[in-house]
């Protein structure tokens, strides 16, 4: 009687059937309360968490297999091969799931053992360092002829990432109607917060948003980052640097380490080079909290001017 299901939940069963997680046949009802009908219903593009943690069990797991222990091998195992933000966000879901059942995951346990369940998914941040384009590397980018269709989408989106400072999915959507010529700015509503933000007209952001391409020309965020890739490599964005990455000291070319984000490091990073405050940079990002801004964008120090050096001598 599956019509009788929401859609949620009949989607849920589709993967759990794709993964082996339910049988034709199973009261889709009762399924749907166990761990795994709780879990793919919420989250049912996380199909390999479960396998996860089924491999770490030896069985399907269910509201039993929830316990402390058994949640610390579960992060354990998914921090093999994978950066601690996935494992962070692997195990935020399995965390939501367990806060969304409060009564299934303590029912028959002793409640000085689950007391505080959730905080063997707690993963520790563990330092990761990117990279930006200096003003010299950004000035050499903007000279780089794009060589076919896709690298002109791609050189024109980084680009408006780079000189406003937008996120990837609004740096696609700017175009010269966003363009005040009397205030010289770009203003656009942000579709990640739905915010209003507002940018000064950069004196190269004129050409990038008049769309000569194909709109929505690369589907795909790797397809993106490889041609951007191309793109910086041809610029002679070549340094050899060093970054710590998912614990672990890398090295080699900067073109290697660059990615769409890069776009929004550049912007910040080269604004507080150039004396903007963290606060005037996070209203230009669109940041509610300038903590983000500093955490996530400025990828530089600057040098201490000379009025600071005065006091000290």
Same mark, same amino acid.
Request: glycine residues 6%; contains cysteine; proline residues 3%.
């Given at each position: 009687?599956s019509?009788?299901?929401?859609?949620?939940?009949?989607?849920?069963?589709?993967?759990?059937?794709?993964?082996?997680?339910y049988?034709?046949?199973?009261d889709?009802?009762?399924?749907?309360?166990?761990?795994?009908?709780?879990?793919?219903?919420?989250?049912?593009?996380?199909?390999?968490?479960?396998?996860?943690?089924?491999?770490?069990?030896?069985h399907?797991?269910?509201?039993?297999?929830?316990?402390?222990?058994?949640?610390?091998?579960?992060?354990?195992?998914?921090?093999?091969?994978?950066?601690?933000?996935?494992?962070?966000?692997?195990?935020?879901?399995?965390?939501?799931?367990?806060?969304?059942?409060?009564?299934?995951?303590?029912?028959?346990?002793?409640?000085?053992?689950?007391?505080?369940?959730?905080?063997?998914?707690?993963?520790?941040?563990?330092?990761?360092?990117?990279?930006?384009?200096?003003?010299?590397?950004?000035?050499?980018? #903007?000279k780089?002829?794009?060589?076919? +269709?896709? /690298? =002109?989408?791609?050189?024109?989106?980084?680009m !408006?990432?780079?000189? @406003? &400072?937008?996120?990837?999915?609004?740096a696609e959507?700017i175009?010269?109607?966003?363009?005040?010529?009397?205030?010289?700015?770009?203003?656009?509503?942000a579709?990640?917060?739905?915010?209003?933000?507002?940018?000064?007209?950069?004196?190269?952001?004129?050409?990038?948003?008049?769309?000569?391409?194909?709109?929505?020309?690369?589907?795909?965020?790797?397809?993106?980052?490889?041609?951007?890739?191309?793109?910086?490599?041809?610029?002679?964005?070549?340094? #050899?640097?060093?970054?710590?990455?998912? +614990?672990? /000291? =890398?090295?080699?070319?900067?073109?290697?380490? !660059?990615?769409?984000? @890069? &776009?929004?490091?550049?912007?910040?990073?080269?604004?507080?080079?150039?004396?903007?405050?963290?606060?005037?940079?996070a209203?230009?990002?669109g940041?509610?909290?300038?903590?983000?801004?500093?955490?996530?964008?400025?990828?530089?120090?600057?040098?201490?001017?000379?009025?600071?050096?005065?006091?000290?001598?």
């Open positions: 009687m019509e009788y299901y929401p859609f949620e939940v009949m989607r849920a069963v589709k993967m759990a059937t794709k993964k082996g997680y049988s034709d046949g199973d889709i009802g009762e399924w749907r309360k166990s761990f795994v009908g709780r879990f793919l219903t919420k989250w049912p593009n996380a199909g390999k968490t479960l396998d996860v943690f089924s491999t770490v069990l030896g399907e797991p269910t509201w039993e297999d929830i316990t402390d222990s058994n949640l610390r091998d579960l992060r354990e195992a998914l921090a093999q091969g994978r950066c601690p933000s996935s494992v962070k966000t692997l195990c935020a879901q399995v965390k939501a799931v367990i806060n969304a059942n409060n009564y299934e995951v303590r029912k028959d346990k002793d409640p000085l053992a689950v007391c505080d369940i959730s905080r063997s998914l707690k993963v520790k941040r563990s330092p990761s360092e990117a990279v930006y384009l200096t003003q010299a590397e950004l000035e050499r980018f #903007n780089v002829k794009a060589l076919n +269709g896709i /690298e =002109q989408y791609v050189k024109r989106v980084f !408006v990432e780079a000189l @406003t &400072g937008a996120r990837h999915i609004d959507r175009t010269l109607d966003h363009v005040n010529k009397r205030s010289k700015t770009v203003t656009y509503r579709v990640k917060t739905g915010n209003q933000v507002v940018v000064p007209l950069h004196k190269w952001l004129t050409q990038y948003l008049t769309r000569n391409d194909v709109e929505g020309y690369v589907k795909r965020m790797a397809t993106f980052n490889d041609t951007l890739r191309s793109l910086c490599c041809r610029a002679g964005i070549n340094e #050899n640097v060093t970054l710590t990455r998912r +614990g672990e /000291e =890398q090295q080699g070319p900067k073109w290697e380490f !660059v990615s769409s984000h @890069t &776009g929004r490091r550049t912007f910040a990073t080269l604004l507080f080079l150039h004396g903007s405050s963290v606060t005037t940079i209203q230009l990002m940041h509610s909290n300038p903590q983000i801004t500093w955490r996530n964008y400025i990828c530089a120090e600057r040098e201490i001017d000379e009025n600071t050096l005065r006091f000290f001598n």
